[in-house]
C-alpha cells in the first residue's frame, strides 16, 4: 500500500460508507487505494459532495496533458459530448500510476455525471462482494452485478446516488451522478459507453 496517496474522490469515500463493506463493515481507504475492510463501531458520515470537483487533490488539464499524467490511456465514453472539466491527481507528489483521472460531464440526457479513472489496486473479488449487501447488518442502497455488453463483470448500486463500478485491463473505472438526475440505467449506458472506449484504446489497431 502506498500510504502518502492522496482520497482520490470525496464521493468515493461517500459510496464505500453506504456500502458498509455489509455485514457492520466499513471500508477503509489508504489513499488512492481501497483496503480491506474493516470493524467499525460508528455510522459512517456522508460528506458532502461537490460535483464540480471530482478529485480532492485534483488540477485541471487538457485532454493531451491528461494523457501524458498518467500511466494509462485515459476512456472518454462516446455519445456524451466532451467533458465539462478534466481533473488529474496533482503530479508534483504522486507518481503517474498513481494518479487519477476525474472528467464531469454535463449531458443534456444525463444531467451531470463523473467518470473516474485510475490503476487498480482493487481485486475483483472486493468489488464483487459489495453486491452482497446486507440490509440488516447496516448496508445502505441497493448494490448489484452487471454484465457490461462485452461481458465485463460490474458492481452497480442505487442510493444517494446511482453508478457502476468496473475493472478492465489493471483500471478501476467509477460511473456515478445524482439520483435526482441520474438514473442506474443511465449509469450503465455511460459504463458501458465508456467500456467501449477503454477497448478500443486498448487494441492493437488503435495505436
Known sequence: MNDHRHARTLLLLFLLGLASACGGLNPQRTGDTIA?????????????VDWDRPLIDGVQVSM?????????????????????KIEVSDPSGLEPNQRALGLV????SYGRF?????????????????????????????????????????????????????????VRYDVFGPPATFSTDDALAVANATEAAAASSSSPSSG
Open 36 to 48: 480491506s475492510p474493516q470493524p467499525t463501531g460508528t455510522p459512517f458520515d456522508h460528506p458532502p
Open 105 to 108: 460531464y454535463q449531458d443534456p
Open 64 to 84: 493531451n496533458a491528461a494523457a501524458n499524467d498518467l500511466s494509462f490511456t485515459p476512456a472518454y465514453p462516446g455519445g456524451v459530448g466532451a467533458p465539462s
Open 114 to 170: 463523473w467518470v473516474i479513472e485510475e490503476v487498480s489496486e482493487t481485486t475483483e473479488s472486493w468489488l464483487k462482494g459489495l453486491a452482497s449487501c446486507d440490509h440488516s447488518s447496516g448496508c445502505e442502497g441497493s448494490w448489484s452485478l452487471v454484465t457490461l455488453k462485452d461481458g465485463t463483470t460490474a458492481v452497480d448500486f442505487a442510493g444517494s446516488t446511482n453508478g457502476v463500478l468496473w475493472l478492465y485491463n489493471g
